[in-house]
């Protein structure tokens, strides 16, 4: 039949195309026997159950069932057909095919579409590059390499260029190659409008993406003029028969012999970042090209490092920039940490530089400490988790071990769990067997319930608006009258606001709002502390009206409750007031429960500063200082009161 390849050129392609050669392109092989195995690129296990017999010529996978030559392995992988497969491997091999209609075809009649489309972007890479070397309006491209600390040999190296300003100068090039508009445009490249095609990129320093074979199959770009129509920053080809940017990695072409090779593979957030860590020496960086890091990213870097649960764990280090937007991102990769098999970790230079300012700053040296001293991936979350809460209050540290626990229980490695268990009792300054019932606890509740809890806090701190009546009260839960301490507070603030007479100044003036465990009594107890400046206490309903004006709005209610509420004590038959032992053991039991706080809370920061990363001796001796007087005062009441 005309067209089709003659069938000893397939048998020739097919015996002298090595499966090994080709199957490690995308997935790194171990011997076992006779056979070489790996991690399957057709679905994503765990332990390897795909194999390849280099002396047959076959790949099977014994978890999803795929299997066939290397001919069928290049249709999967690339989703070619199958005389596209045939070109491709011959094309490779340097070998002139032969057709059923007679002779060779014409080289340019003879590639697939993918094909095609790969070598109208070879021929564009090499178009932009010269650009960047020769034009003289380039030089603001290369004033920006300069600027960075790479000369035109690291250009070289990573095939950087410009699109030069003029909007049809790559298309032009393109055509006198003989790629027609429809191959132009399908690529990407070029952009069809009323008056023809336009270049995608212009006036942009332009990155070539390749893919894990060394093909550029699209391109990054960077803007460099002010009057850049598109003020984005940076633009990308955008999705096309040869380029998926959810599992495309800039670098990999370049950095994938090192990842097998070290079972380690960087991430980090842009081009020049990339540029920097080969540089610097740290070979196994990567980049996404204008996505987020995700699963598929995830499969392709775990088949190159071996990511398999019955072996030595890989690592891969993820880098983020230091500012609120590196934090969401590296949540995010927490968020996906339980895809690997391999451990993960976190680098973030504390000054907030990014790999590329690093360099410029400290030089290599400092991107190599950089990716020497990652954090744990799950240490990172849960400092991470530990910053959004106010660890100087109970409520604070509460809330704390209870939004960290589930990560501590979702740690993989159940013998780890302990050792974190007391790396967070010891960061919020809680007893181990507290943090270990909570790590327990979160450990039967549902994970998806536990992540839907946490997107929800984290987009509450991400909007940092301020919180509106409904939320305010939402901040100020009703208090827990079961809880006898929540008890002891309402009947002091009972007695405070029915009979403000027996307010006494040594008494009172020992109280503040923080004495109160519950958030709506601290502030009920601050606007009776207001009030008490301003009102007359001869009027109990000025009174308590003065009190509803000082007090927030969200607890006017309660004082309103509060101030009608009988009292769980018999009055003084002569005066029609609680008596003055009722009283002043009211006082002393509010005032013990603040001091046992306080006091929980200065040894709580005492252990928080033992494995805090910067030592504080000064606030050390204060805090021993303040402990001190705590416990006389405390001993003081307690005295009086037996």
């Not at 190296?157 to 132009?184: H, N, Q, T, W, Y």
Request: proline share 4%; charged share 30%.
């Amino acid at each position: 039949m005309a067209g089709l390849i003659k069938s000893e050129d397939i048998a020739t392609v097919k015996e002298r195309s090595s499966i090994e050669d080709v199957v490690s392109e995308h997935v790194t092989l171990r011997r076992s026997g006779a056979r070489l195995v790996g991690l399957c690129p057709f679905h994503d296990e765990k332990s390897p159950s795909f194999g390849i017999n280099p002396g047959a010529g076959f790949f099977h996978c014994f978890g999803c069932g795929e299997g066939g030559d290397v001919i069928s392995f290049v249709q999967k992988t690339e989703h070619l057909t199958f005389s596209e497969a045939v070109e491709r491997l011959a094309q490779k091999l340097g070998m002139e095919l032969r057709y059923e209609d007679g002779g060779s075809r014409p080289r340019e009649e003879g590639l697939g579409r993918r094909t095609r489309l790969v070598e109208a972007h070879r021929v564009a890479q090499e178009f932009y590059a010269d650009a960047l070397l020769n034009l003289p309006v380039a030089r603001a491209g290369r004033d920006f390499m300069r600027a960075r600390g790479f000369d035109g040999a690291v250009a070289k190296r990573f095939g950087v260029g410009f699109a030069p300003r003029g909007g049809e100068d790559l298309v032009r090039a393109l055509r006198a190659k003989s790629f027609s508009d429809d191959e132009i445009v399908a690529g990407g490249l070029a952009g069809r409008g009323s008056r023809g095609l336009y270049d995608r990129f212009r006036g942009r320093l332009v990155w070539p993406i390749r893919d894990i074979t060394g093909d550029t199959v699209g391109f990054g770009a960077r803007r460099l003029f002010d009057d850049d129509r598109i003020e984005a920053k940076y633009l990308n080809t955008a999705e096309t028969p040869i380029y998926k940017k959810s599992s495309v990695l800039y670098g990999l072409d370049l950095a994938k012999k090192r990842i097998a090779a070290d079972r380690q593979a960087v991430i980090v957030e842009g081009y020049t970042d990339v540029m920097a860590c080969h540089l610097a020496g740290v070979e196994t960086a990567v980049a996404t090209c204008g996505t987020a890091f995700g699963a598929e990213h995830i499969k392709v870097l775990r088949r190159m490092m071996r990511d398999e649960a019955d072996r030595a764990p890989a690592k891969v280090i993820f880098t983020f920039d230091g500012d609120a937007a590196g934090q969401k991102a590296a949540m995010r990769a927490f968020a996906d940490d339980q895809k690997w098999s391999s451990q993960s970790f976190v680098a973030v230079e504390k000054s907030g530089k990014d790999p590329c300012e690093l360099r410029q700053a400290g030089g290599d040296p400092a991107v190599q400490a950089l990716i020497e001293d990652a954090v744990p991936m799950f240490e990172f979350a849960v400092r991470t988790t530990i910053k959004r809460f106010d660890l100087a209050t109970a409520e604070g540290r509460i809330q704390a071990v209870r939004a960290v626990a589930p990560i501590v229980a979702s740690i993989r490695d159940q013998s780890l769990q302990p050792e974190y268990t007391r790396e967070v009792s010891g960061l919020l300054g809680l007893e181990v067997e507290q943090v270990a019932r909570e790590v327990s606890r979160a450990g039967r509740l549902k994970v998806d319930d536990e992540r839907k809890s946490d997107r929800q806090l984290d987009r509450t701190a991400e909007e940092g608006l301020e919180p509106g009546e409904g939320e305010l009260r939402d901040a100020m839960p009703a208090p827990d009258r079961r809880d006898p301490v929540v008890q002891a507070e309402r009947q002091l603030l009972q007695v405070l606001l029915q009979f403000p007479t027996v307010i006494t100044a040594p008494s009172f003036e020992s109280l503040t709002p923080e004495s109160f465990s519950a958030p709506a009594h601290r502030a009920v107890f601050d606007g009776i502390r207001i009030a008490h400046h301003q009102a007359d206490r001869g009027n109990v309903r000025a009174w308590t009206s003065s009190v509803i004006e000082a007090a927030p709005s969200a607890v006017a209610r309660l004082v309103g409750e509060l101030a009608v509420s009988t009292l769980p004590t018999r009055m003084d038959p002569l005066t029609g007031l609680p008596t003055s032992r009722y009283v002043g053991e009211l006082f002393d039991r509010v005032r013990t429960i603040a001091l046992t706080r306080r006091i929980a809370d200065a040894m709580s920061e005492m252990r928080r500063l033992d494995h805090a990363e910067t030592p504080a001796p000064e606030r050390a001796r204060e805090l021993s200082t303040s402990l001190q007087e705590l416990q006389r005062e405390l001993a003081t009441i307690k005295a009086a009161m037996s």
